[in-house]
C-alpha cells in the first residue's frame, strides 16, 4: 500500500474550558497555555523539542510546513505560539494555532488506527491535568464549527498518477462529499495538488465517533488504491508512460537549472516508476524524502542561506544530481 499512500495523519483540536478561543486569548494567556501543555509534557514519556514559533526565522517555519509539521496557518501566528515536536517527527503539537492545542501525529504509509491510538493516548495525558471545554449535546468546543463533536480531522496522503492521468480525481473529489470525505492538495485546505499528490480527509467531524470517522477513512482509501493500482498496472506497459518515466530520471540526475515544481513533477513519474518495478535502483522511501527536500524553504534551510528563486532552483539541481547519482 506503501505506492500509493504515502503518509497518514491524525489531528484532533482541544480547548482549555476557562480560556476564551484562540482569537479572543491576550498574551498572557496564550503563554499560560503554552506553559501548562509543556509542563505536563515533560512528563511524559514522550521526548519533545520545543519551537517558540517567534523566535523562528521564517525559512526555518516555512520548512517545518513542508514537512508536515506545522499548519501554513501556524505561521503568520506567531505571538505566544508554540510547537512541540517529537525526536523521529511522529507527532507535533500546536498550541494557539485556530485551538488551544492541535494534536497531530503523522506515519509513513497506512496506519490510521495507529495514529489514532498515539493521539488519543496523548489527549488523555492531558485531560488528566486540563479541563478541555466540551458540551455534552455538541462534544469537543472548537473555534471553527466545523470541528465541534469529535474534533478530530484524520488524512491520508496519497499518491495518484494514473487516476489523475485519467481525470478520475476529478469525478471522485465530487463523490466523496456525499460520504463526508474531502480530497485536497497535499498540503490541505486551499492547496493544489502537486505530484500527483492529494490529502484524503474527513469531513464530519459531528455526530460521528472517532472509530467510526477512522473506519470510514480507511475503507474509502481502500478503495481508492485498487482504482489506483489497476489504472496503473495498464499505464505501465505503454511504452510512452515507460520513456516519461526514463525521461524524467534522466533530467533530475543531469538538470543543472530545476524549479520545485518541475522537479515535484518529475518525482511524481519516477515514483510511479519505482511502484510498478520500471525502476529498481531506487525506492519509495528515498523517492518520499527527496520530495520534502526540495522544497523552497527545505532548500534555503539545507544551505544555511537566504537564495533568490534562481539561486535556489540552482541548488535545487545540484541537490537532486549528488542524491541521485
Do not use: W
Request: aromatic share 4%.
Amino acid at each position: 500500500m506503501s505506492e500509493v499512500v504515502v503518509k497518514t495523519r491524525v489531528r484532533l483540536a482541544r480547548n482549555l474550558k476557562d480560556y476564551p478561543f484562540e482569537c479572543r486569548l491576550n498574551a498572557d494567556e496564550k503563554k499560560e497555555i503554552a506553559e501548562k501543555v509543556c509542563k505536563i509534557l515533560e512528563k511524559s514519556e514522550y521526548d519533545f523539542t520545543r519551537y517558540d514559533m517567534e523566535k523562528l526565522s521564517q525559512v526555518d517555519k516555512i520548512a517545518l510546513v513542508e514537512r508536515h509539521l506545522i499548519s501554513p496557518e501556524f505561521v503568520s501566528n506567531n505571538a505566544g505560539a508554540v510547537a512541540l515536536i517529537s525526536s523521529n517527527e511522529e507527532i507535533s503539537i500546536m498550541l494557539n494555532e485556530e485551538d488551544h492545542i492541535r494534536l497531530q501525529i503523522i506515519k509513513n504509509g497506512l496506519f490510521l488506527e495507529e495514529a489514532y491510538e498515539i493521539a488519543d493516548k496523548l489527549d488523555d495525558i492531558l485531560s488528566e491535568k486540563l479541563e478541555f471545554a466540551f458540551s455534552e449535546k455538541l462534544g469537543y468546543l472548537t473555534q471553527c464549527p466545523t470541528n465541534l463533536g469529535t474534533a478530530m480531522r484524520a488524512s491520508v496522503m496519497l499518491h495518484l498518477p494514473a487516476l489523475q492521468k485519467s481525470h478520475a480525481v476529478v469525478r471522485i473529489g465530487n463523490n466523496l462529499s456525499k460520504l463526508g470525505l474531502t480530497i485536497r492538495g497535499m498540503y490541505g485546505e486551499s492547496s493544489k495538488p502537486s505530484g500527483a499528490l492529494y490529502q484524503l480527509s474527513n469531513q464530519v467531524t459531528l455526530g460521528i465517533s472517532e472509530k467510526a470517522a477512522i473506519e470510514n477513512l480507511k475503507n474509502i482509501t481502500n478503495q481508492l488504491i485498487t482504482q489506483e493500482i489497476k489504472s496503473r498496472a495498464s499505464l505501465s506497459s505503454d511504452i510512452s508512460v515507460v520513456d516519461t518515466v526514463s525521461r524524467s530520471l534522466g533530467i533530475l540526475k543531469t538538470a543543472r537549472i530545476i524549479s520545485s515544481d518541475e522537479a515535484m513533477n518529475l518525482l511524481s513519474n519516477v515514483r510511479f516508476g519505482v511502484s510498478v518495478k520500471l525502476l529498481e535502483t531506487l525506492s519509495l522511501d528515498s523517492i518520499d524524502e527527496l520530495i520534502c527536500e526540495i522544497q523552497p524553504a527545505s532548500i534555503m534551510k539545507k544551505y544555511g542561506t537566504e537564495l533568490t528563486v534562481s539561486e535556489r532552483d540552482i541548488k535545487r539541481a545540484d541537490f537532486l544530481r549528488e542524491k541521485l547519482n
